[in-house]
């Protein structure tokens, strides 16, 4: 994910140098070496971010992992989560998570990504259809998400994703572990997920915020979602559309500030 976001890529001549490679990042551990973490883990590392904000000018949250709709998460710290999430919001801190994984379903958004704080990030890679016709993106979650943006018994389930991104066989830096078991010893691997499409994103913010540090997050959302491309689908798929950096670049210029 640093990669994606920020890598220099300097092992590959610059081809797989990350989004917004001069930007800085903190990095915060809750998965272990097999991926695998609980939300608890998480409110940990959320708690830990809160601690890294009194000494850092922090902007952007990524968050590319997903949790399974299940009843065996507990309402307790479903309830702290959204807190965490408010509490970075009105802090003026962009969240940025993954939308999961469990797509062509819908209602399959991660419950990570369902607050209204959170931009959710969904996969879509445009014209590219793998084996048997189906597109690469059909993993991607769907809306609308399992929350109300209002009083469930009158409103309507909270609209997700948000945005969607490319995550198929994305090419960033390989860790030292998975190195290690690599006969190839490569210092990049290709990997695909609603995870690898999210850093793009928070790349794509973090260069917005290198021009203008001073824009709000209402603005760079609207600016975020306002200069995406309408891919034709439901929202359900396609959120707002696809991310486009340089209209976004071109229209913090113009209209937002």
């Given amino acids: 994910m640093c990669g994606i976001l920020a890598g220099n890529g300097k092992l590959s001549d610059t081809k797989y140098r990350g989004i917004a490679p001069q930007c800085s990042i903190l990095c915060g551990k809750v998965l272990d070496e097999k991926g695998a973490g609980s939300l608890r883990n998480l409110l940990m590392g959320l708690e830990w971010t809160t601690e890294m904000m009194k000494i850092y000018p922090v902007r952007i949250l990524n968050i590319s992992i997903e949790m399974e709709q299940t009843a065996a998460l507990k309402p307790d710290e479903v309830t702290l989560l959204h807190k965490y999430l408010e509490y970075f919001w009105s802090s003026n801190v962009m969240i940025v998570a993954a939308a999961g994984n469990k797509g062509p379903e819908p209602m399959s958004i991660s419950p990570i990504s369902e607050s209204v704080e959170c931009i959710c990030v969904g996969c879509n890679d445009g014209d590219y259809v793998g084996a048997g016709g189906r597109t690469c993106a059909a993993y991607s979650a769907r809306g609308p998400a ?35 078991n690599n006969r190839w010893r490569q210092p990049y691997i290709a990997k695909s997920g609603t995870s690898m499409a999210t850093p793009i994103v928070s790349g794509a913010l973090a260069l917005c915020l290198q021009k203008y540090p001073q824009i709000t997050n209402t603005q760079l959302k609207r600016v975020l979602l306002s200069s995406s491309r309408d891919l034709g ?17 071109e229209n913090i210029n113009k209209k937002y500030i």
Avoid: H
């Avoid at 469930?152 to 490319?166: E, M, R, T, Y």
């Fill in 146 to 180: 399992n929350v109300y943006d209002v009083n469930p018994a009158k409103g309507n389930p909270l609209k997700k994703p948000d945005i969607v991104a490319p995550g198929t066989d994305i090419v960033s830096c390989c860790n030292r572990v998975y190195g290690r």
């Fill in 233 to 249: 689908q439901n929202w359900n798929v396609q959120g707002a559309g696809m991310l486009q950096i340089d209209k976004m670049l």
